[in-house]
T-cell receptor
Framework: RKEVEQDPGPFNVPEGATVAFNCTYS??????FFWYRQDCRKEPKLLMS???SGNEDGRFTAQLNRASQYISLLIRDSKLSDSATYLC???????????FGTGTRLQVTL | DGGITQSPKYLFRKEGQNVTLSCEQN?????MYWYRQDPGQGLRLIYY???????QKGDIAEGYSVSREKKESFPLTVTSAQKNPTAFYLC??????????????FGPGTRLTVL
């Protein structure tokens, strides 16, 4: 089983739609969770950290369910500029080592 | 991130040659990391360093070497022993192990192609 699993997609949605991505992780000792965004042939950029109580940043909402070892990202009112690959990232241990999912690709269309 | 530079952006090398990728940061962060990314795979950790003059192997260190002589710099050498070196190489930095806000920021990457 992979340490971090994501549906690769692609998710094709019209502009204005709401879309949700899910991610599961295998190590129950994982401590910190993040969503990164990666545009084609570019470096990953931090989108948001994921906190236990859930958190929101504008149109983006992240949720964490430690019991089910599950993380989600909800994007409301999708924009064309949201088209990218979204990486689920988990930190386990004390050395700031991160484990990356393979990413979920989102394509927002007119 | 603007404070992390990687050079060159594209690199071509012949089989059997060693090549060194540069990573420099002006963020005054302690920890630096090297990853490689292959199509359809997540980023995989090659080496990391939490402090000057110290570094540890990541998950796929074979065929690679690093040094950390200065806080600002963490060069990666891809040796001829690396069987499949063609990949997108990403350098990252973080303020170091700590609380839940410790996150990693990436440089723009180097695309290495072995001919």
């Amino acid at each position: 089983r992979k340490e971090v699993e994501q549906d690769p997609g692609p998710f094709n949605v019209p502009e204005g739609a709401t879309v949700a991505f899910n991610c599961t992780y295998s190590n129950s000792a994982s401590q910190s969770f993040f969503w990164y965004r990666q545009d084609c042939r570019k470096e990953p950029k931090l989108l948001m950290s994921v906190y236990s109580s859930g958190n929101e940043d504008g149109r983006f909402t992240a949720q964490l369910n430690r019991a089910s070892q599950y993380i989600s990202l909800l994007i409301r009112d999708s924009k064309l500029s949201d088209s990218a690959t979204y990486l689920c990232v988990v930190r386990t241990g004390t050395a700031s080592k991160l484990t990356f999912g393979t990413g979920t690709r989102l394509q927002v269309t007119l | 991130d603007g404070g992390i530079t990687q050079s060159p952006k594209y690199l071509f090398r012949k089989e059997g040659q060693n090549v060194t990728l540069s990573c420099e940061q002006n963020l005054n962060h302690d920890a630096m990391y090297w990853y490689r990314q292959d199509p359809g795979q997540g980023l995989r950790l090659i080496y990391y360093s939490q402090i000057v003059n110290d570094f540890q192997k990541g998950d796929i260190a074979e065929g690679y070497s690093v040094s950390r002589e200065k806080k600002e710099s963490f060069p990666l050498t891809v040796t001829s022993a690396q069987k499949n070196p063609t990949a997108f190489y990403l350098c990252a930095v973080s303020s170091g192990p700590g609380g839940p806000t410790d996150t990693q920021y990436f440089g723009p990457g180097t695309r290495l192609t072995v001919l």
